[in-house]
């Protein structure tokens, strides 16, 4: 494929906590040679996901997914070409993932990074120098946003992403990178009827996981172990509930749960 | 005016703290509208609610609201000019509004009215009273991709006027003729060198009766009790940009941070 995605970021108040949640729950591993004083880095031998500290003037949450292309002129010519309200620009030299950052036309925020010219650090050197295999692995990013339609089209256009065969009942667009899938859902008041209104932005997270029963035991054994590694509970009030019923009709997994930040997270074993 | 804009929410993971923080900094008088939902402070004319970081959603400034005479007003004007911004009904249990709408590029609000008023708690009562609070909110700022469509937006929905005193600060700024609406322009070259801000909510305004007397007074509660300290701001190089960043963007005098970092820009004029 022409990009890959590989990279998610989520900030926390908790980024530290949340680096142990996402080892413990989903076997992720730690950079070999980490900043202890930056953002907690965790991958699943191809993707890798910052857990940043939450820092004065940012919202908490899942924040942005970032691409792995062969070279970044390509992208920036599509861009040019056929979506002028998107944008990249060069990011400070600090990262360990990006040399660029980009939106698609409604704002929604992506780090890019070029194979041409390298300069990952932390997990993101560690998978490209060995990339490893696992059982559960990172496998959707999800996004709701106001125009999802044009939003698709311009992921479809400049980085190829291609719409995922199997057909889910959940709404929206599903592009794939061939692993990873790229989910963008429409955004509108109305979707959330007798709930609190979710800002337009990043939805959820998704992982693949060996099997659905095994790795529901081991959550909840890690739950109890340490209650600081438990997930958010969902539903048990007339409002949560609606909120979970909403989850489960726009994921494309078999369970869904919340890390103990309270981001969504979308299982399947399939 | 025609409208009023007298709320604002944040979603924070210690919000019971949160409340102390601006009972105790800024003299909002807090209530809790039900013990196991949303506290509510007050400078007797803003309401600002404290809401639990719940499933599903992101933890900050979240919103903002107004209240106007009627809504079906509203409702026709945006029709006619602004198809891509909406309003609907809320659930019944929230205390401020009986509506939530959108801008063009998504920003929410709520919306209440005053014919009908289902305000209830600490609304109710400011919509019976006469605010005298020496420190208020006076500002709640949204950074945007289209700053001008949405200023447009709400001076032709909401009748908001812009502020008369010329500023350095970029974007749109309107008023209710208390509270201030700043709307920025969002891109991500305004970023340099720091982390890409989220298009949305970016920071809300205080009035303070004297900034010296104020600083004193939150060097003294932080000092009392370190859980009600703010995020330090600058002291790495990101977040001496940062800083600057949000100095060069604010229109107050002083730029501070409540205890989850979310901005606050202060002045006492």
């Not at chain 1, 311009?154 to 989910?183: C, I, M, W």
């Not at chain 2, 499933?55 to 107004?66: K, L, N, P, T």
């Not at chain 2, 469509?149 to 700024?173: I, M, S, W």
């Amino acid at each position: 494929m022409f990009a890959q995605i590989n990279h998610m970021a989520m900030i926390s108040p908790h980024y530290a906590a949340l680096g142990k949640f996402y080892e413990a729950v989903f076997g992720l591993k730690t950079s070999t040679n980490p900043r202890p004083s930056q953002a907690v880095t965790v991958g699943d031998g191809c993707v890798g996901l910052n857990i940043i500290p939450r820092r004065d003037g940012y919202v908490g949450g899942i924040d942005h997914f970032g691409m792995l292309v062969d070279d970044v002129a390509p992208v920036l010519e599509r861009m040019q070409k056929k979506h002028p309200r998107a944008n990249v620009v060069k990011r400070p030299s600090a990262r360990p993932f990006a040399q660029y950052s980009g939106h698609d036309p409604d704002g929604n925020v992506f780090d890019l990074a070029q194979k041409k010219t390298e300069a990952r650090k932390d997990i993101y050197a560690d998978i490209a120098s060995q990339a490893w295999s696992q059982d559960r692995y990172l496998n959707k990013f999800a996004i709701r946003t106001p125009n999802a339609e044009a939003c698709a089209e311009f992921y479809r256009d400049v980085f190829e992403l291609e719409p995922v065969n199997r057909k889910a009942q959940a709404p929206g667009f599903h592009l794939t990178d061939g692993r990873v899938t790229l989910s963008i859902m429409p955004w509108s008041i109305p979707v959330f009827e007798d709930m609190s209104i979710k800002r337009p932005g990043p939805d959820h997270i998704g992982f693949h996981v060996e099997d659905l029963d095994a790795f529901k035991a081991h959550a909840a054994e890690v739950g109890g172990m340490n209650p600081y590694l438990a997930g958010v509970p969902r539903g048990r009030s007339p409002e949560s509930d609606v909120r979970a019923r909403f989850f489960e009709r726009h994921a494309t997994g078999k369970l869904q749960m919340s890390d103990p930040d309270g981001n969504w997270i979308d299982i399947t074993d399939e | 005016m025609f409208a009023q804009i007298n709320h604002a929410a944040i979603i924070s993971h210690q919000y019971p703290l949160l409340q102390k923080f601006y009972e105790a900094v800024f003299a909002l008088k807090g209530s809790s509208f039900r013990i196991t939902d949303a506290p509510i402070v007050s400078d007797g004319y803003v309401g600002m609610q404290l809401i639990p970081r719940r499933d599903g959603y992101v933890g900050g400034i979240d919103h903002f609201g107004i209240v106007v005479d009627d809504v079906e007003t509203v409702l026709e004007r945006m029709q006619k000019k602004h198809p891509k911004a909406n309003i609907v009904k809320r659930p019944s249990t929230r205390p401020f509004a009986a509506y939530s709408g959108h801008d063009p590029d998504g920003n929410v609000f709520d919306l209440a009215q005053k014919k009908n008023d289902t305000r209830l708690d600490l609304y109710a009562q400011a919509a019976n009273s006469e605010p005298a609070h020496e420190r208020y909110i006076n500002k709640f700022a949204i950074r945007t991709p289209n700053a001008e469509q949405c200023a447009e937006f709400y001076a032709d929905v909401f009748e908001l006027q812009p502020v008369n005193r010329k500023t350095d600060a970029p974007g749109f700024h309107l008023t209710d003729g208390r509270i201030t609406l700043q709307i920025m322009p969002w891109s991500i070259p305004v970023f340099e060198n720091m982390s890409i801000k989220r298009p949305g909510p970016d920071h809300i305004g205080f009035h303070v009766e004297n900034l010296d007397a104020f600083k004193k007074h939150v060097a003294e509660v932080a000092g009392m009790n370190p859980y009600l300290a703010p995020v330090p701001l600058g002291g790495s190089p990101e977040s001496d940009v940062r800083k600057r960043f949000f100095a060069k963007h604010a229109t107050g005098k002083w730029q501070m941070s409540d205890p989850d970092g979310n901005w606050l820009d202060i002045t006492d004029e």
